[in-house]
């Protein structure tokens, strides 16, 4: 017998709470391990297992049909996989002593009770609707589900809306943004905090802030929403906490998801301290006989090590396969999760991956160094690179990758695709120098940057490039090496301006008693004058990223 034959529930019961990522994964895993397992699948709404991801882009025509969201449906799991698969049903109620759940079908509006052996929970998360004043007025949306996208098209098209605000400036919000700029209407993004796009940090999130802009997309940061008000002509207006009011024909809700406990609290199993459920490596709860998957769990970063709300269909689609695979007799853990994740905006592309610098502060890790660096997308010799803008951390110590972020209009995502398997693996940057990857010039180059990522780091490491940052505020002799016309027309204030080329013939003009923080574009040039200073004898440091990586963190992004 094979491993796969070998496994069984021994004809085991297994109810299934929810239909969508983790649930459905979880149901169809199960049914490949065994066929005699009982599996009984529940979703409250009317699809199982849809795209949700794909709901901003169906708002905005770039998925025209409905149908393309549903990647199965219940008569594909009761045919294919041979699942109990209930849509419109809802567990009430769960009975851990008695290994029950009440069920009630919201079609017929019968009410039963369901036995089970294990039972795996996939809530997911819902949309946050705080209480605000005037918030379940018509025109207010938020993005969840397929009959949410459908009810946004239909609002549009009946109100010939031309003005939207979107609350919260996260993942959905710049989707929806973006989607509803490709439908016509004018689009204000209300954001409570300083920056767009919670996770990276602040200076990389300023190049998407110019991007949105640059493309019609009005921002406003530092200022959260207060409530909603009627206005004339059957418009909305968005009262915001400075005072503001924006007005709109549609208002999209996207300040975030909340982790649907209630059946796992009322069940007693145990929560943890953000609010979702507590599972340990096999998606098990406090209750053994009980697992959970998806946006309504808690999972451990592996790169913090503390607990985190990631909710991400990449880990809800493995976790239900590790509960599947543990219900079926395996012995199959949950690594964790580093938040990989990407967004795409009018042809941005913003990706990360493991930890931001602001998490490593907030999980007290101090070991760690950073890196700006400025590649091209592929050679820059075959027509059409772009420049990848990528901030890379490190530990000082051993050199071992902590996370990515990186932005540009091509070749973002395989480049912090190969970073995230770097630290899964718990690669260094030693380990990007040294790592063999595709080259052709119309995909990259015989340095790729995740090559220049590892030896710029490595550099570091080995003292060869003694680094500065623009956002520590360095003091000494600042020295800008680029050419003077570049200088001429983009200025460093404070700096003295000697060419590379000329670098050499005029170290005489250099002072020999202070630290001298060399500056160019993009940090290249000031790498090659740190090494000229440093075998003559100065103090000298490249300061990250040069001229590009200084209008990142000052906010005049180029």
């Given amino acids: 017998m094979t491993y796969e034959q070998q496994t069984t529930t021994d004809g085991q019961r297994i109810i299934i709470v929810g239909g969508v990522a983790g649930g459905a994964s979880c149901a169809a895993r199960l049914r490949r391990l065994d066929e005699n397992a009982e599996i009984l699948m529940v979703e409250r709404g009317p699809y199982v297992s849809y795209a949700n991801c794909g709901l901003p882009y169906h708002v905005g025509g770039v998925i025209e049909k409905e149908g393309k969201l549903l990647v199965a449906t219940e008569a594909m799991f009761r045919e294919r996989f ?110 409570m905090l300083d920056q767009v796009m ?52 549609l208002v999209i809700l996207a300040i975030g998801v909340r982790p649907e406990t209630a059946l796992a609290k009322a069940a007693g199993l145990e929560l943890g301290d953000r609010g979702g459920i507590r599972v340990d490596q096999q998606m098990r709860t406090s209750d053994p006989d009980i697992f959970a998957v998806g946006d309504a769990v808690e ?36 690594r964790g999760t580093q938040g990989t994740a990407v967004v795409g905006v009018f042809g941005l592309v913003v990706a990360s991956t493991g930890a931001s610098e602001k998490s490593l502060k907030r999980a007290g890790i101090d070991d760690y160094e950073k890196i700006y660096l400025y590649p091209n997308s592929h050679a820059a010799y075959y027509p059409g690179a772009k420049m990848v803008a ?24 395989n480049r912090v695709n190969a970073l995230a398997m770097a630290i899964q693996m718990d690669g260094t940057v030693y380990d990007l120098e040294e790592a063999e990857l595709c080259y052709a010039p119309q995909f990259g180059g015989a340095k790729d940057p995740v090559n220049f990522a590892g030896m710029v780091a490595a550099d570091v490491l080995r003292g060869d490039m003694p680094l500065s940052h623009w956002a520590d505020a360095p003091e000494g002799y600042l020295l800008d090496v680029r050419d003077a016309d570049e200088v001429e027309e983009e200025p460093t204030p404070g700096a003295v301006n000697i060419p590379l080329n000329e670098l050499r013939g005029r170290l005489a003009e250099l002072p020999g008693d202070r630290e001298i923080l060399i500056t160019c574009r993009s940090g290249q040039r000031a790498y090659y004058a740190t090494r000229i200073l440093l075998q003559h004898g100065f103090k000298a440091r490249n300061l990250s990223g040069g001229a590009l990586a200084r209008a990142m963190i000052l906010g005049h992004c180029h």
């Fill in 390 to 413: 990528m901030k890379v951390l490190f530990r000082k110590t051993n050199g071992l990758l902590l996370g990515a972020q990186a932005v540009g209009e091509s070749g973002v995502i």
């Fill in 299 to 334: 999972v451990k970063d592996t790169v913090t090590g503390q607990w985190s709300l990631i909710p991400l269909a990449g880990p809800a689609n493995r976790q239900g396969r590790i509960a599947a695979d543990v219900i079926a007799g395996r012995e199959s853990k949950f």
């Fill in 198 to 249: 919670p996770p990276l940090d602040r200076e990389i999130a300023r190049k998407v802030e110019q991007h949105l802009t640059a493309h019609g997309v009005k921002l406003e940061l530092n200022d959260g929403v207060a409530g909603f008000e009627a206005g004339p002509e059957g418009t909305l207006a968005v009262l915001t906490k400075s005072g503001r009011s924006h007005p709109a024909e």
């Fill in 82 to 191: 041979a699942i109990d698969c209930r849509t419109r049903c809802e567990v009430t109620a769960i009975q851990p002593q008695a290994k029950t759940v009440e069920l009630t079908n919201h079609a017929t509006g019968e009410v039963t009770t369901e036995h089970y052996h294990k039972l795996v929970l996939s809530p997911g998360a819902a949309p946050i609707r705080p209480p605000l004043p005037g918030i379940d007025m018509a025109g207010i949306f938020s993005v969840r589900t397929v009959p949410d996208a459908r009810e946004i098209r239909t609002w549009i098209d009946q109100r010939q809306a031309k003005h939207a605000v979107v609350v919260g400036g996260g993942f959905i919000g710049l989707e929806m943004a973006e989607n509803l700029v490709h439908r016509g209407l004018e689009v204000t993004v209300v954001e």
